[in-house]
């Protein structure tokens, strides 16, 4: 394909899809079920934080290889009513009984099964304290579309089956796994059976009933605290007791006349507004007139700031991270000096993290803007199903160190280093995009992107999140640290990125799952232009 294709003033490509376009409220998640519960709350009277409460308990039932009860999550809130931003970290803490010497025994920290199930769940904290501070409607309200489905069944969609058959062997490891998502605890499930999982449609209901207490200091965490104590696990009923989510301030950066925020540590948020802080003092009208060189500065500066995600991130409640010097526009500038500097080598050599995720986002006819991103961190997180509540545990502390003198190093009541993050862009102290995209390394480059694509180039949002995309570093389960190219990109360009020093350069399939999955809504004064990513079942909706 010709690469003016994908120029300011270019042609659009005719197999861009259109946005999504709604007068008052709009809805984007990676499922069709989950986008289509969103916007029946938003239709009966929900703000757009009972949406998400929706679209993310859904999203735990019908997509349980990427998220779910038992992940994380970071929520990013615009509350008209004050015009203030919210960020919101609903991710948990390890147990106060982990310990370095404790995995070291074991030579080292298991990556699947119960002792990968090193921190406490989140993401039911971020459900409920974001519904009590912004909700609407009743929270049973709220979980009443993910208890239905999760208690007469749901049409698997092809992501659930493609991973199941890719995850077969873990899957039928663990006796309460097997039983919840395989059929007769043994075979696949296809796309287009019918998958339930009255467990968790009963934990569900409790959570409905009882609130925060029901998950976290009540029968549920009795029984996932007994069930991996019994399994050789260190999480007890006081850990999952003393979890709270957080409010923070969001980050901030300046690009073109709007800023950008996105959710402050231990989420990764600061290198997508890093990337853009670089990439905004370079002539991005001059790049755009050559792909190559615009992909070459783009990974340099994700590159960069992956170094510095790499160096500083981790829970701020143990170490210092300097976010007034990360995100200074000095310390940008020396960046982009250096971005071409033969001594740093290629892009490629940069480390990378792994992740399994979704993100979603509503906006409601009262100007409320909210985007969730949720995950477990790698496929089925821990692949361990915990006793008879349906609930799949994540695997994100596995992410510690056990090295004592490593910044991230394991210790008790610590969060670890998240890759999870999503972005909003304010013009005038206002929304004008929510916006986010799973993925890992993936995350804050696609998000970046697309806001590049949008703001610089005059995308519509489907158009930013159907163009080619392009992933440094590694997305779930995978060692690569080269740079891949969607196979829409003409091949002539993998050769001249080799040429300009990318020494590990791939040309993939086209809508490749590896790039992630986007969602976004743009909010305009008259209406709003939501977009899903093709790469999913993915429904961008409204009214």
Known sequence: MDNKSYMVGREIDPRYGRSYIARKSAVATPSNLASMAANRILNEGGSAVDAMVAANSVLSVVFPHMTGAGGDSFWLIYDAKTGKTHSLNASGRSGSKVSITEYSKNEGIDIRGPKAAITVPGAVSGWIEAHQRFGKVSLAKCLEPAIDYAKNGFPVEDSVARFSEFALDLLRTYPTTAQTFLKNGVAPFVSGDIMNNPNLARTLELI?????????????????????????????????????????????????????????????????LQILGMMEQLDIKELAKDEAKFIDAFTRATAFSFIDRDTYLDDPDFNHIPMDTLLSKEYLKDRVKRL??????????????????????????????????????????????????????????????????????????????????????????????????????????????????????????????????????????DHVRGLRLEGRYNHKLAEKLRELGHDNVEIIENFSDLMGHAQAIRIWPDHLEAGADPRANGLATGD
């Open 340 to 477: 071409y500097d033969p001594s740093l080598g290629p892009p490629e050599q940069g480390m990378g993290k792994k992740g399994d995720t979704t993100f979603s986002c509503a906006v409601d006819k009262d100007g409320n803007a909210v985007g969730v991103i949720q995950s477990l961190y790698w496929e089925w997180g821990s692949g361990l199903v915990a006793g008879d509540t349906g609930i799949l545990l994540q695997n994100r502390g596995t992410h510690f160190s056990l090295n004592s003198n490593s910044r991230d190093n394991l210790e008790p009541n610590k969060r670890p280093a998240h890759t999870l993050t999503c972005s909003m862009v304010m013009k005038d102290d206002k929304p004008e995009m929510v916006l986010g995209a799973m993925g890992g390394d993936g995350e804050p480059q696609t998000q970046a992107l697309i806001t590049m694509r949008v703001i610089d180039q005059g995308y519509t949002v489907q158009e930013a999140i159907d163009a080619p995309r392009w992933l440094l570093g590694r997305t779930w389960g």
């Open 208 to 272: 409905a009933e009882d609130g925060a207490d029901a998950f976290y200091k009540g029968e549920i965490a009795e029984q996932i605290c007994s069930f991996l104590q019994e399994q050789g696990g260190f999480l007890t009923k006081e850990d999952f007791a003393n979890h709270k989510a957080d409010w923070n301030e969001p980050l901030q950066i300046g690009y073109r006349d709007r800023k950008v925020i996105a959710p402050p540590p231990n989420s990764a948020g600061f290198v997508t």
